[in-house]
C-alpha cells in the first residue's frame, strides 16, 4: 500500500484514511507484514479481514446473486 512516511502522498493518505477511521487501512494495519517503510500486507488474510468486516457490518447488507 506504499510507503508510511509522511512526506510521500502514500504516507500523507495513509495518514488521512487513518484519521477518518478508513476500514481498509484498519485492516491493513492488521493484516501488515515487515516491508521497510512501506505498508504492506498479507493479501490472504487482508481480503479474508474485509470480507468479514463488510459482511458483519450493522449498516451494509451484501446480496450475492447473478444479473442477467
Do not use: W
Not at 22 to 46: K, M, Q, W, Y
Not at 52 to 57: A, C, N, R, V
Request: proline share 3%; glycine share 6%; charged share 25%.
Amino acid at each position: 500500500m506504499g510507503s508510511k512516511l509522511a512526506d510521500r502522498a502514500t504516507g500523507v493518505l495513509q495518514h488521512e484514511l487513518k484519521l477518518l477511521k478508513s476500514l481498509l487501512i484498519e485492516c491493513a494495519e492488521s493484516t501488515s507484514v515487515p516491508a521497510g517503510g512501506a505498508l504492506a500486507v498479507d493479501r490472504d488474510a487482508f481480503a479474508t479481514l474485509v470480507t468479514s468486516k463488510i459482511e458483519t457490518h450493522p449498516n451494509i447488507s451484501v446480496i450475492r446473486e447473478e444479473i442477467y
